[in-house]
C-alpha cells in the first residue's frame, strides 16, 4: 500500500468519523427551530401558544436516540476501518493509533453534545396524551363548523404561480388522507396529526417569510402573509370535521 492510498483513508475516516457527530447536532437543531421555534413564530398569532402543548412525551426519546445512534454508527465506522490494512502492512500501527485517536475524539464530541442537549431540553415541557387530549377537544373538537378556504401563491412579476404552491397544496391532501385514516382506523392521534401539521407548514412559510415577490390570494382576494396561518388552522379544522364523515 502506497501513502497516498493511505492518506485518503485517513482522510475518509476523519471525516466520516467526525461528520457523525455534527449531523447529529444538525438534526436535532434543525427538529427544534421548526417544532419549536418556527411553529412560535408563525403561528403565534392564532393559536394559544402559552397552551400549546408542543411536545409529546415520546418525541424526548426520539430526539435523544439521535445521539445513541451517532455513536453506534461511529463505533461500527472505526471497527469497518480497522479491518481495511492487513496487520502485517508497514502502516498498521501508525493507521490504529491514528483511526483510534480519532474515534476517541469523535466519541467525545457526542458526548459534550449529548450533555449539552439533554440540558438544553430540560427547559422544554414534554406533555402526556391526557393534557394534549384535552386541549383539542378544547379548542378544535368543540369548535364550530368551517369552510375550507382555497389558497394559492403566485409570483407577483408575472401572476404566475410559484413554485412554493405545489408543497402547502401537497401538504394539505398529504394530511387530510391522514386524518381520514386516522377516523377508520384510528392508527394515529389527530392532535399528533395536528402538530406535523403546524411544522410542516410552519417550515413551509419559513421559506416563503422574507420574499416579497410571493402574493397570496384566498377565494380570489390577497391577503398578507401573517393572514395565512388562520386559513391553515381553519382548513385543518375543516379537514377534520369532514373525516369523520
Same mark, same amino acid.
Given at each position: ?32 427551530? *421548526?417544532? +419549536?421555534?418556527?411553529?412560535? +413564530? ?6 394559544? =401558544? ?5 411536545? =409529546? @412525551?415520546?418525541?424526548?426519546? @426520539? ?12 463505533? &461500527? ?20 493509533? =491514528? ?34 387530549? @384535552?386541549?383539542? *377537544?378544547?379548542?378544535?373538537? @368543540? ?5 375550507? $378556504? ?42 399528533? &396529526? ?19 415577490? &410571493?402574493?397570496?390570494? *384566498? ?8 393572514? =395565512? ?11 377534520? $370535521?369532514?373525516?369523520?364523515?
Amino acid at each position: 500500500m502506497t501513502w497516498d492510498i493511505y492518506i485518503w483513508i485517513c482522510l475518509s475516516f476523519m471525516i466520516l468519523s467526525l461528520g457523525w457527530p455534527f449531523t447529529a447536532w444538525i438534526i436535532n437543531h434543525y427538529n427544534l427551530e *421548526v417544532k +419549536n421555534k418556527w411553529v412560535c +413564530n408563525y403561528f403565534k398569532t392564532s393559536l394559544e =401558544l402559552n397552551n400549546l402543548p408542543l411536545f =409529546l @412525551k415520546n418525541e424526548k426519546w @426520539k430526539l435523544l436516540i439521535v445521539y445513541y445512534l451517532t455513536a453506534f454508527l461511529t463505533s &461500527i465506522t472505526y471497527i469497518g476501518y480497522s479491518f481495511l490494512i492487513p496487520n502485517s502492512e508497514y502502516f498498521f500501527i501508525i493507521h490504529m493509533i =491514528l483511526i483510534t485517536v480519532l474515534y476517541l475524539i469523535s466519541l467525545t464530541l457526542i458526548i459534550v453534545i449529548f450533555i449539552r442537549f439533554k440540558n438544553k431540553i430540560k427547559s422544554i415541557k414534554f406533555h402526556s396524551k391526557n393534557q394534549t387530549h @384535552k386541549y383539542f *377537544v378544547d379548542n378544535f373538537q @368543540k369548535s364550530e363548523k368551517t369552510q375550507y $378556504q382555497n389558497f394559492k401563491l403566485l409570483n407577483q412579476n408575472d401572476g404566475k404561480i410559484s413554485v412554493y404552491n405545489s408543497p402547502f397544496q401537497l401538504n394539505q391532501k398529504i394530511f387530510q388522507k391522514k386524518l381520514k385514516k386516522t377516523a377508520l382506523n384510528n392508527s394515529a392521534s389527530e392532535f399528533e &396529526i395536528f402538530l406535523n401539521y403546524l411544522r410542516a407548514n410552519a417550515n413551509f412559510i419559513h421559506r416563503i417569510y422574507d420574499k416579497k415577490e &410571493i402574493i397570496i390570494f *384566498v377565494n380570489g382576494k390577497q391577503i398578507a402573509l401573517e393572514q =395565512l396561518e388562520f386559513i391553515l388552522i381553519e382548513n385543518f379544522k375543516y379537514m377534520m $370535521q369532514n373525516a369523520k364523515k
